[in-house]
C-alpha cells in the first residue's frame, strides 16, 4: 500500500494517531478515538525527555571519566619522571657555585689559619659537628640540594665571631643573604636545645667538690662560683625601647651568669632590659627560687656546710655590691663604712676570687664578638644568640681550645660609645643571718681556711 503526500509530512505522534484511528473509529465514538491519540502523544513525549536526560547523564559521566583518567596518567607519568630525574628551576634557584670565595678553601686551611677564622680549633668544630650535625641536616629534594651541616656551622661561627653583613658573609660561603640569617637562626637555637643542659649546669658531687677546692686556694672558702653581669648591645627594639637603655645611654639586654674556677659558666640568665638592675633580675632568674624555694634557704647541699663559732656557713656564690646580701651569696663590705683591717681583708679576698668571672666575660666577648655590637637580631632571639656563645664557650674551655691574645684588641669601646655601665650598689641589705655568716668569715677566715 503506497502513502500520499500528506501523509509524508505528518509527524510521529499524527502518523500514529493516523494508523490507529481506523481502528477505533470501528465501533467506538469519534471522541474516544482523540482521547486515546492524546494520550499517546503525552506518552511518547515523556519517553523522549527521560531519553535526552538519560544521554546528558551518560556524556557527563563519560566526560568526568576522562578528566579522572587523564589527571591520572599525568600524576603517574610525573612521579615516574621524579624517580628517574631531578628537577631543575633555572628561573627561580639561583646558581651559586662555590668558586674561590672562604669556603672554598676552607678545607685547605692549616690549624691555626682554621682557628683564626672560626674562632674554634678543627677538631673542636669536628666534635661540634658531630654532636649537631643530624639536627642541623635538612633533606634533600627535587628543587635543590640542601646546605651541607659542615658549611652550615661554619657561617654561624663566622656570624658570632664577628656579627657581620649578611650580605659579606653570603658571598664568603655562597649562598643567600635570606639563608645566612635563616641558618644563624637554627643553628643557633640547636645549640641551645641539644647541648645548653649539658655543658652549663651548678656543680655537683665531685664538680662540687673541686670547685670548692680551687677557689680555697685562692684563699675564699667555701665557694661554688662567682656571679657577674654584663651588657649587651642591641638594636632599639619596637616595642619600649626606653626600657632597654642602660645607665651609659644605649640599648642593651643584661646577661647574668655564675662561673667556676676555670672560667666556665655554670648558669646563664639572658633577656632583661638594660635598665633593669642586678637584684632585679637575679630576683626573676631561676637561680634566686631554686635557692629561695629551698625549707633550708640554701642554694647547694647543707651536709657541705662548715661550723665555726657555732655558725653554720654553706657553701655559696660570691658578688659584686650590686647583688642582695644571702645566706646563699657573699658580697664584700661597702666601702662607705669605716672598715676594720679583718674587713678590708675579707673584701679584698672576695674581690681577687672573683676575677674568675672577669675573666669568662673577658673570653666569651673577645671570642664570640657578636656580643660587642648592635645586631639586627630580632629582641626574642638575643638570649638564645647570647646563651648559644656561653655553651660554645664552655666546650672550648673544657676541650682546651685556648684563648688567643690578638682577639683582645679593640675590645675597648672608644670614649663612652658601648661603655660597660657603672655598678649600681645594692643597699636594701637588713641586719640578717647572711650578716652573721659573712662576719664570721670575715674574722675566722684563717681558721677557716685550714679546715
Excluded at 238 to 250: A, V
Excluded at 365 to 379: A, T
Aim: hydrophobic residues 40%; contains cysteine; glycine residues 4%.
Amino acid at each position: 500500500m503506497e502513502r500520499s503526500p500528506e501523509e509524508d509530512d505528518l509527524g510521529p505522534e499524527e502518523t500514529a494517531a493516523a494508523l490507529l484511528a481506523p481502528v477505533l473509529i470501528l465501533g467506538s465514538p469519534p471522541e474516544l478515538g482523540l482521547q486515546v491519540c492524546e494520550f499517546f502523544r503525552l506518552q511518547v513525549t515523556v519517553l523522549r525527555r527521560r531519553r535526552q536526560r538519560e544521554m546528558l547523564e551518560r556524556e557527563r559521566r563519560r566526560r568526568q571519566y576522562l578528566r579522572r583518567r587523564r589527571a591520572f596518567l599525568l600524576s603517574s607519568l610525573a612521579a615516574a619522571l621524579s624517580l628517574l630525574s631531578s628537577t631543575s628551576r633555572p628561573i627561580w634557584v639561583r646558581d651559586r657555585s662555590r668558586g674561590q670565595n672562604l669556603w672554598a678553601t676552607a678545607e685547605a686551611f692549616d690549624d691555626e689559619e682554621f682557628k683564626a677564622q672560626f674562632r674554634v680549633s678543627r677538631s673542636t668544630f669536628d666534635y661540634l659537628l658531630e654532636l649537631i650535625g643530624r639536627a642541623i641536616k635538612r633533606r634533600k629534594t627535587n628543587y635543590r640540594v640542601p646546605i651541607e651541616p659542615r658549611r652550615r656551622l661554619a657561617i654561624t661561627l663566622w656570624w658570632l665571631a664577628r656579627s657581620g653583613e649578611y650580605r659579606s658573609i653570603a658571598d664568603m660561603f655562597g649562598v643567600g643573604i635570606a639563608t645566612v640569617c635563616n641558618i644563624v637562626r637554627q643553628v643557633a637555637t640547636t645549640i641551645v636545645e641539644r647541648l645548653f643542659h649539658r655543658f652549663v649546669s651548678l656543680p655537683s658531687g665531685q664538680r662540687l667538690d673541686d670547685t670548692i677546692q680551687a677557689f680555697k686556694d685562692r684563699c675564699y672558702p667555701q665557694c661554688a662560683g662567682v656571679i657577674g653581669g654584663i651588657h649587651v648591645p642591641i638594636a632599639a627594639p619596637r616595642e619600649n625601647p626606653d626600657h632597654y637603655i642602660n645607665r651609659s645611654g644605649w640599648h642593651s639586654v643584661i646577661l647574668q651568669a655564675v662561673v667556676d674556677h676555670n672560667a666556665c659558666f655554670t648558669d646563664v640568665y639572658a633577656g632583661w632590659p638594660g635598665s633593669s638592675s642586678s637584684a632585679t633580675v637575679l630576683s626573676s632568674s631561676d637561680l634566686y627560687l631554686k635557692a629561695e624555694d629551698r625549707p633550708d634557704g640554701y642554694l647547694f647541699p647543707r651536709e657541705r656546710s662548715i661550723l665555726s663559732d657555732g655558725v653554720e656557713i654553706p657553701v655559696h656564690l660570691i658578688g659584686d655590691a650590686s647583688f642582695p646580701l644571702k645566706p646563699w651569696l657573699m658580697k664584700g663590705y661597702s666601702k662607705e663604712q669605716q672598715l676594720s683591717p679583718e674587713q678590708r681583708r675579707f673584701s679584698f679576698t672576695l674581690f681577687s676570687a672573683r676575677s674568675a668571672v672577669d675573666t669568662a666575660f673577658t673570653r666569651l666577648r673577645g671570642r664570640w664578638r657578636c656580643l660587642l655590637k648592635k645586631s639586627d637580631v630580632n629582641i626574642s632571639m638575643v638570649p638564645r644568640v647570647v646563651a648559644a656563645c656561653c655553651v660554645l664557650h664552655n666546650i672550648c674551655e673544657l676541650r682546651g681550645d685556648g684563648f688567643l691574645p690578638e682577639w683582645n684588641v679593640d675590645m675597648a669601646p672608644s670614649e663612652n660609645y658601648l661603655r660597660q655601665p657603672d655598678m649600681e650598689p645594692y643597699n636594701a641589705d637588713t641586719y640578717c643571718t647572711a650578716e652573721v655568716i659573712r662576719d664570721t668569715l670575715t674574722y675566722n677566715l684563717l681558721t677557716i681556711l685550714q679546715y
